[in-house]
């Protein structure tokens, strides 16, 4: 114990730090919490400043050994940092700021970048509140950034550093959240209406897609719905996909009961205007203050389509469902009618990806110019308030950019770290303006080191999409507008002859697919002319062409100094850095095989119909 004490003893010592000055003390309210480990054994708590760029953590552990919270990456422990803390038996206090050199062995940072602002042990629970800068000059500080990213927590039973794997977490949290419920409005005469399917029996199958079709919420002037979120069956939560709503059109047919959305009965794929959606990792989501779905009125959808993704993949026999959306509605106005309009890659066998790619580029184009022709009507300008990502298990990030007069404008949206298990709608931190005759392009960049067959674009998980849904204002007709590069092309710069899109979809799978052939067929993807589908609410189609702008990296922010500790030689302050914000207070220590192309082909029942028109248009 002894030589544990002096191990302890040797870190720095932090027994009256100074906070950092961004308005969140030791005692202000923390508006955002998470469990981090099994049994509510470690609650994260944590807010941040968007301005000074300063974010605050509170992490609360059932030990009284040490404690510590940092950020990895996805593929390994080593280079994780890692603040820890602990009380010793007399009373005093230690905190450092580390990074793990190997799976097991913590370092000190010669560059301390975290701020203590309080720590105690009650003899049951261990709690460290610190702050941090989103980036720090120190290399060994991973940046906080609007990416997914991947908290680690650890602790131990005592106040001995050593890293124990029973007691290490990670877990995908998309940190800095725009809106909290707590800071959202709730009218008070909020209406509940659930939209679900009942006792539905999940075939024994890896993958089902289930449609049906029901109506909205009656109501006999306009509401507005102002709220949304996932109603899983209990015990069904690891077989449900996704769950999403699609508008149909007042002019649709629609059958009854329930079927395969995308199976024999083409009539079971109508309606493709999403209007809400929860995926895996997903929670509720509550609209700003100012928008909400509208209903009621003549020109609102009177009929969704409900659409639950089932991945069985243990093929688990006499499981029921009745999983859905619950929506919440009121008769308070917003002043904005919501629209969503889903950006990408046309999900389809065309959209390929190699096997043994360590990085393979995938893109999607939309053009706008015909949004008004299409909409039959004159379309404002786009106002994007946020967004939601979605690719499968190969996904690991994406980005949406925008263009206006061939140049490139913004990033309107992206994750460098994207989790397939964590995929939530996420608010904008200031709104985003999109205007007729603008490009947007969506870029998904995949990894299959595990696969040893290509991967192809399809419904099934194990099949890929490359997605980008825009929640907006105010709302148009326009329902997707998706891009795919001309395979045929493509075929041909891998050396295949072929003559029709179908012969270029098969040709793939007999390419070799060598780390040259992979950037080969990246390279011929991006440089092909894309066809664009732009299709709206009533189901009316058209196609244009285009071809796939280069895209301007956006640089990184400056990072902040460090406010105390030694820099060591790689710590240099960048010259775009900046000084931290003066402190204001003190504060007291207190293997998966993906489908062959064929069963692929044979599950998209509508293959020889749309593959007609890859060639002729729509």
């Not at 940092?70 to 603040?83: A, C, E, I």
């Not at 999983?323 to 008769?331: A, D, K, N």
């Not at 995949?446 to 040893?452: C, G, H, K, V």
Request: proline share 6%; net charge negative; aromatic share 10%.
């Amino acid at each position: 114990m002894t030589c544990a004490l002096l191990f302890v003893l040797s870190l720095v010592l932090a027994l009256a730090a100074p906070s950092q000055g961004h308005g969140l003390g030791p005692k202000s309210r923390l508006r955002y919490s998470r469990f981090l480990g099994p049994s509510n054994v470690i609650l994260l708590r944590w807010d941040f400043d968007l301005e000074t760029e300063i974010i605050t953590f509170e992490l609360q552990v059932r030990t009284t050994g040490w404690v510590g919270l940092g950020v990895t990456n996805r593929y390994t422990f080593v280079g994780s940092d890692l603040v820890v803390g602990g009380v010793l038996p007399d009373g005093h206090v230690y905190f450092s700021d580390q990074h793990l050199v190997d799976e097991d062995t913590l370092q000190e940072d010669g560059s301390q970048d975290a701020e203590l602002q309080g720590l105690k042990e009650d003899g049951v629970y261990t709690t460290l509140r610190f702050s941090r800068p989103f980036r720090s000059c120190d290399p060994h500080d991973q940046d906080i950034t609007v990416d997914t990213v991947r908290v680690l927590a650890a602790y131990g039973l005592d106040d001995t550093l050593k890293l124990d794997q029973e007691r290490i977490f990670v877990k995908s949290i998309f940190l800095l959240q725009i809106f909290h419920p707590d800071d959202l409005k709730v009218p008070e005469d909020t209406i509940i209406h659930d939209l679900e399917i009942v006792d539905f029996l999940i075939p024994e199958d890896d993958t089902t897609y289930a449609c049906t079709f029901l109506p909205l919420p009656i109501v006999s002037k306009k509401h507005h719905i102002y709220k949304f979120e996932p109603k899983l069956t209990p015990h069904n939560e690891t077989v449900v996909h996704h769950i999403l709503l699609y508008a149909c059109g007042n002019a649709s047919v629609l059958p009854t009961g329930i079927n395969d959305c995308y199976g024999a009965d083409p009539a079971f794929s109508l309606c493709s205007q999403v209007i809400a959606g929860w995926a895996v990792g997903g929670t509720s989501y509550q609209f700003p203050d100012d928008v909400g779905i509208s209903i009621g009125t003549p020109l609102d959808p009177q009929w969704i389509r409900l659409e639950i993704h089932y991945s069985n993949f243990r093929n688990l026999p006499g499981l029921y469902d009745s999983s859905g959306i619950r929506v919440y509605y009121t008769s308070q106005l917003r002043k904005y009618d919501v629209g969503v309009l889903q950006l990408g890659f046309f999900t389809f066998p065309i959209h390929f990806i190699p096997p043994g790619a360590e990085s393979f580029m995938s893109y999607g184009l939309c053009k706008t110019e015909k949004f008004e022709e299409m909409n039959r009507a004159p379309v404002p300008d786009i106002q994007v308030y946020a967004y939601l990502l979605h690719t499968h298990l190969a996904g690991r990030a994406l980005q949406a950019v925008q263009y206006r007069n061939g140049t490139q404008l913004r990033t309107i949206c992206k994750d460098d770290s994207y989790d397939f298990n964590l995929q939530e709608t996420r608010d904008l931190p200031a709104r985003l303006e999109i205007k007729p005759g603008d490009e947007l392009l969506v870029e998904c960049h995949y990894e299959t080191l595990d696969r040893d067959s290509i991967t192809f674009g399809g419904p099934s998980t194990i099949n890929e999409m490359c997605l980008i849904f825009l929640f907006y204002y105010p709302r148009n007709n326009i329902s997707s507008c998706h891009g795919y590069p001309d395979i045929i092309s493509v075929a041909h710069e891998l050396g295949e002859e072929v003559s029709d899109p179908m012969e270029g979809m098969m040709a793939m799978s007999s390419v070799e697919w060598t780390p040259e052939n992979i950037k080969k067929a990246e390279k011929a993807c991006k440089e092909a002319q894309q066809t664009v589908l732009i299709k709206t609410i009533d189901e009316l189609v058209e196609n244009t062409t285009g071809w796939i702008p280069d895209i301007i990296p956006t640089p990184r922010g400056p990072c902040l100094e460090s406010s105390g500790g030694k820099v060591e030689p790689q710590d240099k302050t960048p010259a775009d850095s900046r000084a931290a914000p003066m402190p204001l207070s003190s504060s007291t220590a207190a293997s998966l095989r993906c489908l062959p192309l064929t069963a692929l082909l044979c599950m998209q029942g509508a293959l020889s119909r749309i593959l007609g028109t890859l060639q002729t248009g729509f």
